[in-house]
């Protein structure tokens, strides 16, 4: 089964060729790396188009539309069986391309998620505050789906990998979603068909903007629990209407 391993870059020129060469030494030949750039005002672009090979497949934003709408557009534009998702800063681990393939295929399963470990900006590994995924929890849909409700850091995407039958079901991905790694953790804990290994499959770089937890206001946290009551219930027409066809 080939792979497609999608990414979405903006201002990525710091670590980017890291993260890059970690996924090449992975993929086949046959398999693809869509990159969806947002508009990226650094060398993001001449860093990529640098790369001579095919695999490499590059389409830019006409206007800034952030990371959910790059992402969206990556997933429609992957031609593979098996969809991986990577953000611009982390790492692969070794085998991970592998591992990850076998468990989805082995387990018949639409979505797979994993677990990270943690660097800094230097790459040192570092301890952070994120729960992350438990195997035992694979066939607990309805827990899985509270658990995204109340705000549990469980799900991303930078450690899942999904078949595009999935695809069907959520593309495309809604205006309002605040973000596309709930919307499909959702998508597959909905359709009972998840898993969940207990394997730290990336390093993930915690910097710059991204390396403290934010509280969040009453307001936002309000807003999050209404995006997620839509989410829900455009899913479950989705799948209702993916069924009846």
Not at 74 to 97: P, S, Y
Not at 106 to 116: A, G, I, R
Not at 149 to 172: D, H, S, W
Not at 193 to 213: E, M, Q, V
């Amino acid at each position: 089964m080939k792979v497609s391993v999608c990414i979405a870059t903006y201002n990525g020129e710091k670590y980017l060729k890291e993260q890059i060469g970690s996924i090449l030494n992975q993929i086949s030949l046959d398999d693809e790396l869509i990159i969806v750039d947002d508009c990226s005002k650094d060398r993001t672009i001449e860093i990529l188009e640098a790369y001579n090979d095919s695999r490499i497949k590059i389409f830019r934003n006409e206007v800034n539309q952030r990371e959910v709408f790059s992402f969206g557009r990556a997933l429609c534009l992957a031609n593979n069986e098996i969809i991986f998702m990577a953000d611009q800063d982390d790492v692969w681990v070794e085998g991970r391309l592998e591992l990850m393939k076998n468990n989805i295929i082995k387990s018949e399963s639409l979505l797979l998620t994993s677990n990270s470990s943690f660097i800094d900006g230097l790459g040192r590994s570092i301890d952070f505050c994120i729960e992350g995924v438990f195997a035992k929890h694979s066939v607990s849909y309805n827990k899985n789906i509270l658990a995204i409700f109340v705000g549990k850091t469980n799900y991303y995407g930078c450690a899942m990998a999904f078949r595009k039958e999935l695809k069907e079901i959520i593309l495309p991905i809604p205006n309002y979603v605040e973000s596309h790694d709930l919307w499909i953790a959702m998508a597959g804990n909905l359709l009972k068909s998840n898993i969940h290994i207990d394997d730290k499959t990336l390093l993930r770089r915690i910097h710059g903007n991204n390396a403290s937890i934010v509280s969040r206001s009453l307001k936002e946290k309000i807003k999050s629990r209404l995006i997620f009551a839509k989410s829900y219930f455009d899913l479950i027409n989705r799948i209702k209407n993916n069924r009846s066809n």
